[in-house]
């Protein structure tokens, strides 16, 4: 008997995964679990370009506004989470689709992670404020110094990654790297990893023309409304710790709008990195729906 099937469709942001994961699961007759760091979050959702309502009415959606930023999810919880939505949808149907640009949260799902010990809230609340109050390259020379191994990940623009990285160092004198290993399971699925992008200069405008339209929906209102959490490690992201500054008295509200447009543009180059390191990935353009059929019916065979 052939295993059920997982559709991955992975990518940059603005590339227009949301609207193929759709269209595939439509086409399919299944439902779509998400692999976002930001969209599981019920108070992110401008700023985290969630699916609309008419999108998340046409196909049921996992993992998109189901958890609170007062307990925040890891990459270890949603992989154990995602496993057991997974098994009950293919329960139901031969297919799933997996759709998102968190690489770290399918790697946890696809590869297994060890979990990563509890971080006492003093210490995580010590490396947020001395973030805010002396920036990334503070964090940089923090890890350079103490965990070299994460320093060399290829992770040292991620003010999140490098926040977690440095606070379990703090509490446990080891690198996060050295929790994260591969777990032996049983594969209970087949896989069909498709990598959705576009060119550069497309994919730049599309992200410039999204921020412009989260100022334009009220990003900056969304922010406001979370000022008193500010120092939760989940909003600690592009597109809200910019606006955090700018509320905070430091700068314009344009200064943060072209911030989050340059580190969104930064953020979708390591989305991309991440992605092209996973060797089962076929890499398509949005308008090759047709070519991207025959890939699926081809996995399903």
């Known amino acids: 008997m052939s295993l059920p099937l997982i559709i991955q469709i992975a990518g940059p942001t603005a590339a227009g995964k949301t609207t ?15 692999f976002d760091s930001r969209q599981c979050y019920q108070e992110l959702s401008i700023g985290v370009a969630r699916p609309t309502v008419a999108e998340l009415t046409a196909v049921k959606h996992h993992f998109i506004a189901s958890h609170s930023v007062h307990q925040p999810i890891d990459a270890h919880a949603y992989a154990l989470q995602a496993h057991a939505v997974v098994k ?21 799902f696809h590869e297994g992670l060890d979990k990563i010990p509890e971080v006492e809230s003093a210490i995580r609340n010590e490396v947020i404020v001395k973030y805010q109050q002396q920036g990334l390259g503070w964090l940089q020379a923090e890890l350079r110094s103490l965990d070299p191994l994460f320093a060399s990940s290829g992770e040292m623009k991620n003010p999140q990654r490098m926040m977690r990285a440095l606070e379990v160092f703090r509490a446990t004198g080891s690198s996060i790297l050295t929790f994260r290993k591969k777990e032996a399971t049983t594969p209970y699925y087949a896989l069909c990893s498709l990598g959705l992008t576009r060119p550069r200069t497309q994919l730049i405008e599309l992200i410039d023309q999204r921020v412009e339209q989260m100022f334009a929906q009220g990003l900056v209102d969304e922010v406001q409304s979370l000022l008193p959490y500010a120092d939760l490690r989940p909003l600690q992201t592009v597109g809200y710790s ?17 911030q989050i447009k340059i580190n969104t543009r930064q953020y979708a180059k390591r989305q991309l990195t991440w992605f092209r390191r996973q060797d089962s990935m076929h890499w398509f353009e949005p308008d090759q729906l047709s070519a991207i059929r025959t890939r699926v019916k081809k996995a399903m065979d």
């Open 88 to 108: 009950s949808i293919l329960e139901r149907f031969p297919t799933v689709v997996m759709v998102g640009g968190t690489g770290l949260y399918w790697k946890a």
């Open 242 to 258: 910019e606006i955090f500054q700018f509320l905070q008295g430091h700068g314009t509200a344009i200064d943060a709008k072209e």
């Open 20 to 34: 193929l994961a759709i269209e595939l699961a439509k086409w399919l007759g299944t439902e779509i679990v998400s």
